[in-house]
Every structure is written in C-alpha cells, then in structure tokens.
C-alpha cells in the first residue's frame, strides 16, 4: 500500500488536536468531535434562547427522522441499491 498525501481545512481547536503523527480515522474522529461541539453549541444557545425542548417535541423530532430515514430506504430500495 502506497502512502497518500490529503489536505484538511479544520477549526483550529481540531488541528490542534490533531497534530501528533495521525492516520486518517484519527483526522475524522477529530472531525467529529469537533462538529459535535458546534451543535451541543448551537442545542445551548437555541435553549437559551427559546427554552428546553418538551417531550412532545423531542418525540416529534424523532419521528420526524424515523420518517426521514425511511422515506431514504424507500429510494435506495426503488433504485436498487443496498443499504
């Protein structure tokens, strides 16, 4: 296996934390990390903002993406592709 060269626009916090001899699932962990603070930010700041989100809402959301992935099965499903 030949070594591959790859380029990386990340937040400073993330690169930072990613300057020791990394390999690629490192560089994505750090990735993750890093848009999962963005959100608990943004989850933070919309609950400041507007108050906690209720049970219903919370199930509503849910359901909302249970109906979103299966809508998604549907179309690989029709077009034949596994999923």
Do not use: F
């Amino acid at each position: 296996m030949s070594p591959r060269k790859k380029s990386v626009t990340a937040r400073e916090q993330s690169a930072d934390s990613c300057e020791e001899p990394t390999d690629s699932r490192n560089v994505s962990d750090a990735a993750h990390r890093d848009a999962m603070s963005r959100l608990r930010a943004l989850a933070d700041r919309l609950q400041d903002e507007y108050g906690p989100v209720t049970a219903e809402e919370h199930q509503a959301a849910l359901d909302r993406i249970a109906a979103i992935d299966s809508w998604h099965d549907e179309q690989h499903a029709a077009s034949g592709e596994t999923v």
